[in-house]
């Protein structure tokens, strides 16, 4: 499932489950990743 087909009251609660790991692993990806671009952009080595 795309973000962009997530609206943004869906509340995550009402989901099973597994969905809400999902949902939860796919932000902390998402933190990650942009994290990830500035140290970059301030010349910090990311692994």
């Known amino acids: 499932m ?3 087909n997530i609206p943004a009251t869906d509340n ?3 989901r099973p489950n597994a969905e809400r790991e999902k ?3 796919r ?3 998402l933190e ?3 994290d990830d ?3 970059r ?3 910090k080595r990311v692994q």
């Open 41 to 43: 952009k301030q010349g």
């Open 2 to 4: 795309l973000a962009e």
């Open 27 to 29: 932000i902390e990806r």
């Open 23 to 25: 949902e939860k692993c």
């Open 12 to 14: 995550l609660n009402s």
């Open 32 to 34: 990650q990743e942009k």
């Open 37 to 39: 671009k500035q140290d």
